[in-house]
C-alpha cells in the first residue's frame, strides 16, 4: 500500500521559512513526478510547485516563484519544499502528490486529478 507522509509545517511569524518534506512507503518516490499542492477550506486546491524525476524539469506556480524551491534528497527518496519570506496568505494545509509517470506534463502539473497518490497534509499557519 502507497504512502505519502508529509511533515514540517508549523506556525510562523511573516516573513519566516520552512521547510516541508514528503516521504513514502510502497513507492519509489524518485521515479514519480511529486508535486506540492496546498488548499485553505473552502477554496480549491492550487499547486505550488512540481519536480519530476531525477534531474528533469521543476515548476512553479508564478505567484510563488521567488519563494519557494522543490528539491529531491536522499536519492531522489523525499522531496522537499523549501518556503522563505512567508506572508499570512502562505496560510494553508500543504500536500504532497505523486504521479504514475516520471514526468509531470508541462503545464499539467498544476491538474491535481492526474495525482494518483495523496499524502494526509501538514498545516501551515503565517501569523502578521
Known amino acids: 500500500q502507497v504512502r505519502l507522509v508529509e511533515s514540517g509545517g508549523d506556525s510562523v511569524q511573516a516573513g519566516g521559512s520552512l521547510r516541508l518534506s514528503c516521504a513514502a512507503s510502497?513507492?519509489?518516490?524518485?521515479?514519480?513526478?511529486v508535486g506540492w499542492f496546498r488548499q485553505v477550506a473552502g477554496k480549491e486546491r492550487e499547486g505550488v510547485a512540481a519536480?519530476?524525476?531525477?534531474?528533469?524539469?521543476?515548476y512553479y506556480a508564478t505567484f510563488l516563484r521567488d519563494r519557494v524551491t522543490i528539491s529531491r534528497k536522499n536519492a531522489g527518496a523525499t522531496v522537499y519544499l523549501q518556503m522563505n519570506s512567508l506572508k499570512p496568505e502562505d496560510t494553508a494545509m500543504y500536500y504532497c502528490?505523486?504521479?504514475?509517470?516520471?514526468?509531470?506534463?508541462?503545464?499539467?502539473?498544476?491538474?491535481?486529478?492526474?495525482?494518483?497518490?495523496w499524502g494526509q497534509g501538514t498545516q501551515v499557519a503565517v501569523s502578521a
Open positions: 502528490a505523486a504521479k504514475d509517470v516520471g514526468s509531470c506534463g508541462g503545464s499539467r502539473w498544476l491538474n491535481s486529478n492526474d495525482y494518483t497518490f
Open positions: 510502497g513507492l519509489t518516490l524518485d521515479n514519480h513526478c
Open positions: 519536480t519530476a524525476t531525477g534531474a528533469g524539469p521543476r
